[in-house]
């Protein structure tokens, strides 16, 4: 049996559980509200309709359409348990205890009708993993024997039944869990590490941390060893080793196996774990992330510090934001950082906040950080994406992350309107704030008797202008810095209150690899530029829409000032060109055309790159002259048209430009008129990265391109190249196929533009 001692080995603080903590007002709340909203609209049986139909049963109503009609149907019932069981531990809430004990009980039903302990909304579930079990494995990226990420789906219910059980005390779920828990030992037993590691090509979500979770809720060492055996040795001791192996990698598959490390190490004291957990925080938290706090683009990490060249409408994937604030939680109570707590805030307020519609309760996917880009939420009743389901749970849970404490000590982690109930000390604490409006808080005691501890706030990391502390009414003088904690050990009394005051001042942060790209912030709060209406025709070439930022004055914080009465409200004044714009949190911004980033010119730069772009106007008409043929990647009728055939590959937007790459080993290709008779040319556009990526080929007919060269740039940022296409490729046809191809392992870099020319 697990040894329950073992459980926080080395940990020094613990964190309050959602049923400790009630949200009291400020934007959260709403958006808990809306979220709520949202949850009880959604119809349990719909969800549950794969499950009974798999089951064998007649389901009692039709599932829901997107991706719960797809492969990886069945995930999003896990996510609705778990933010049902949230739900109902953050605010008390019957309603929701209804809904967990009808959902588990109609997984009982299901349960018992396979017979076997298995269960799940998976097409072709059982027999997926009756040939994973004889050793019949057939594994990739996203795909095991044929179907969509099963073992990430049963992640979910997994997750959801834990929930269900830990928030709700529902034992029943426990059970149930525990039946599907056995099934899963018993597909794994007789497999052999080389076939475990096969498995574990194709996402798995975070089955090592349900399972340790398991383990210790039961005390069944056969769970320990199970989860365990989830331990994808291929990424993970690289990152025990140190080494960022993640660029090329599916984020969101990697963030829940160090999920997964963290909890084991908590339970066995394992410091492999440990080592590989904070490693790999400290390098997507510090090499991998925007401004906002969240990483990826197009699901994938890139090379580290490497991002000016990765701004589109496909960064910054919010599962993977829930899934950092997870790790970052689980890290603060080790090492009671605070950059943990700093980056926690970042993400919080900047990511998953401005993930949800205001008024709709829609989330989004992706949070677009492309010069000029917009959000695209999801329909709440007919996408069923991951983001929709970790949004589910997202805008259920924000009493995390806030208190924690030991048997001596109570730490502030976050600034939320919010309560606290320390049942063990006899303690409330209120904590009174609008923040992040503004940064005065007030944290007060209520208390039946005198209590010793001691009680430490977070001194954010943006706190320019320090952080004044006063002790009923009294000044308390500290000595800490911003991005530390400063802690007051007294005897507290009833009535007692701590006043906080964080002045907020608007700065500018660099991006790591272009100093010369910026964004601003205030405070805590990440601002952008609102460029006004969504535009309709997004393949626009006009990328003066976005404006550049020009001046010869020391720093753009001097053309930059507050509007009178509106909080984190700014205008610049002579400083956008062509013209100025209002920045605000980024946040509140939605249904509008925004800028986050900035590129930064001196008044000579600008000159020069402004002649550039007038150049580059002139040189597409005289390519435009003498084009045969041209193809837009990424827009569905001209993709027909050219006969768009591929393989791992990927689409986005960047700049307003739609394009095309690919995940490594992927391939794609289109079919282009050609001249029979005359020299032709293949000139294709992308990104300047190109420069330095010497890991694809392309080919006309087979033949590979060889010669080229640069035939344009495009204010810095977009270039494109001149290939030459040899007679024999092209010598009595009248078109060919144009393939682009990845080597082994590699990629296909952004192919925004490709067109045949001819002499």
């Known amino acids: 049996m697990l040894s329950t001692n073992q459980v926080n080995v080395n940990m020094k603080l613990k964190e309050f559980d959602l049923k400790s903590v009630r949200i009291t007002g400020g934007p959260l709340k709403h958006a808990m509200e809306l979220n709520k909203e949202y949850l009880l609209k959604l119809e349990p049986d719909r969800l549950l309709s794969r499950f009974r139909e798999f089951a064998g049963l007649q389901p009692k109503a039709p599932h829901y359409e997107g991706w719960e009609a797809q492969g990886i149907s069945g995930h999003s019932l896990g996510h609705y348990l778990s933010a049902a069981a949230m739900m109902a531990a953050a605010n008390d809430d019957e309603v929701f205890k209804r809904i967990v004990n009808y959902i588990v009980d109609e997984l009982e039903v299901c349960q018992k009708a396979h017979g076997t302990g298995y269960i799940s909304g998976i097409p072709r579930g059982k027999e997926i993993f009756e040939e994973v079990k004889a050793g019949d494995i057939r594994s990739q990226g996203f795909d ?68 340790a979770d398991l383990a210790e809720d039961t005390g069944d060492e056969r769970f320990w060893k199970l989860s365990q055996l989830f331990h994808h040795k291929e990424l993970l001791s690289s990152l025990e080793a140190e080494n960022d192996v993640l660029a090329g990698r599916h984020a969101n598959t990697q963030i829940p196996k160090i999920i997964g490390a963290a909890r084991q190490y908590e339970l066995s004291g394992n410091d492999s774990y440990r080592r590989m957990s904070e490693f790999f925080w400290k390098q997507v938290v510090h090499h991998h992330s925007y401004v906002i706090g969240g990483n990826s683009m197009n699901e994938h990490f890139g090379e580290p510090d490497k991002l000016t060249d990765r701004l589109g409408a496909n960064t910054c994937e919010t599962c993977n934001s829930y899934n950092m604030l997870k790790l970052t939680r689980h890290l603060f109570q080790w090492d009671a950082l605070a950059e943990q707590g700093d980056f926690y805030e970042r993400v919080l307020y900047n990511h998953i906040l401005a993930s949800q519609h205001p008024q709709e309760g829609t989330v989004t996917y992706f949070v677009s950080l492309d010069m000029g880009g917009h959000k695209v939420y999801n329909t709440q009743f007919n996408d069923f994406t991951c983001c929709v389901g970790t949004g589910m749970e997202n805008h259920s849970s924000y009493g995390n992350g806030i208190y924690f404490y030991n048997n001596q000590s109570l730490v502030v982690n976050q600034y939320i309107p919010s309560k606290l109930n320390w049942s063990e000390k006899g303690v409330v604490i209120h904590q009174t704030t609008a923040y992040p409006e503004e940064g005065s808080i007030i944290l007060s005691i209520e208390s039946t008797d005198s209590k010793p501890f001691s009680l430490s706030v977070r001194y954010p990391y943006w706190a320019e202008k320090g952080m004044n502390v006063k002790v009923n009414g009294v000044p308390y003088n500290h000595d800490s810095s911003p991005s530390a904690f400063i802690t007051i050990d007294r005897v507290w009394e009833n009535g007692d209150t701590i006043e906080l005051e964080i002045p907020m001042t608007v700065r500018v942060e660099k991006m790591n690899d272009n100093p010369n790209r910026i964004a601003f912030m205030n405070g805590p709060l990440v601002l952008a530029g609102d460029l006004g209406p969504i535009r309709k025709d997004e393949s626009s070439k006009d990328i003066l829409f976005t404006p550049v930022l020009v001046t010869d004055e020391s720093t753009v914080l001097k053309r930059i000032f507050p509007v009178p009465e509106k909080n984190h409200h700014f205008d610049m004044k002579k400083l956008g060109h062509p013209r100025d714009v209002r920045l605000f949190p980024f946040y509140q911004m939605h249904d509008r055309s925004t800028s986050v980033y900035w590129d930064v010119f001196t008044e000579e730069e600008w000159k020069e790159a402004e002649l550039s772009y007038k150049a580059s106007v002139e040189k597409e008409r005289e390519l435009q002259l003498r084009t045969v043929d041209f193809v837009q990647p990424g827009e569905m009728q001209p993709e027909r048209d050219h006969q768009f055939e591929g393989e791992h590959v990927g689409y986005g937007v960047q700049s307003n430009r739609k394009y095309r790459d690919t995940w490594p080993s992927g391939h794609f290709s289109f079919t282009l008129k050609v001249q029979s008779r005359q020299q032709n040319h293949l000139v294709v556009m992308y990104t300047k990265e190109i420069e330095s990526m010497k890991s694809f080929d392309i080919t006309i007919d087979g033949v590979k391109l060889e010669k080229s060269h640069v035939e344009l740039v495009e204010l810095n940022t977009f270039v494109q190249i001149k290939y030459e296409i040899p007679n024999q490729a092209t010598m009595g046809k009248e078109q060919v196929k144009v393939t682009f191809r990845a080597h082994e392992g590699q990629k296909v870099p952004k192919v925004f533009a490709i067109r045949v020319v001819k002499d």
């Open 144 to 211: 095991l024997n044929g179907g969509w990420v099963p073992l990430y789906s049963i992640h979910k219910l997994f997750a959801g039944l834990r929930d269900a059980y830990r928030y709700t005390d529902n034992k029943l779920a426990l059970l149930i869990e525990v039946r599907l828990g056995l099934w899963l030992v018993d597909v794994f037993e007789d497999l052999n590490d080389q076939q475990i590691q096969e498995v574990l090509k194709c996402e798995y979500g975070g089955m090592s941390e349900v399972l």
